[in-house]
């Protein structure tokens, strides 16, 4: 059922798995040839550990995190750094998705929402070029908050200052979807299966204003 008649002001968007996307990538073979281990032995370290949790709850800080995943992987940690820095791992931007985004901020303010270590501002973020497209940045490890618990939602909002009913939430993970709803922000399932286009349409479903004036620029790669 369309909600059109009723105002969003903003619109939140988690950023793995929505903003950026998984690709086969030569550099994070690259990466794991640099570092001696094989992609299974380097995802683990990075993403299967205790020590990812507590980073994404800010129970330990991103250099704290990155010394438990060099000794996971037994090896130096500037190396490890100097390949990240190099290979930057396996996520590329969906620039489908962040047309959308754009095309967004001609009307309501746009967020990110993300479950990730305290650094990702500055780091990932920053790497990409995209936080100029963004008006609030909110991270689990700088807040010690994660999705799903209702108090991240709360805070995104309460930057944007605007209520749940008039805020969209976008994410992969249905936990974090069902977790936006229970706040009362009308949230979307995100499919990277699907063309972004039925983003697009869903978008507009629940009321949020998606049209770019004729001759919006797309964003691209900076």
Not at 25 to 30: K, L
Request: with cysteine; glycine share 8%.
């Amino acid at each position: 059922m369309s909600n059109a008649g009723q105002r969003i002001r903003a619109v939140i968007f988690d950023f793995g798995g929505v903003l950026t996307r998984s690709a086969p990538s030569d550099g994070f073979r690259d990466m794991c040839r640099e570092l001696s281990v094989t992609p299974e032995e380097l995802g683990q370290a990075l993403y299967g550990r205790d020590y990812w949790r507590k980073a994404q709850w800010g129970e330990i800080t991103a250099a704290e995190y990155w010394r438990l995943v060099a000794a996971g992987l037994g090896v130096g940690l500037e190396k490890l750094r100097s390949a990240w820095k190099r290979f930057r791992g396996p996520d590329v931007i969906n620039w489908d998705v962040m047309q959308i985004v754009r095309e967004l901020r001609w009307s309501c303010k746009t967020a990110i929402c993300s479950n990730a270590q305290d650094n990702l501002r500055t780091d990932s973020i920053a790497h990409y070029g995209i936080e100029s497209f963004f008006d609030e940045i909110i991270v689990s490890g700088a807040e010690r908050v994660a999705k799903p618990d209702p108090r991240i939602y709360r805070i995104a909002l309460e930057r944007l200052d605007c209520e749940p009913e008039e805020a969209v939430f976008v994410d992969d993970d249905p936990d974090n979807v069902a977790g936006a709803e229970k706040v009362g922000i009308r949230a979307i399932r995100f499919d990277d299966s699907l063309p972004a286009e039925c983003l697009r349409e869903r978008l507009r479903e629940v009321g949020a204003p998606i049209e770019a004036p004729p001759g919006y620029p797309k964003p691209g790669p900076p």
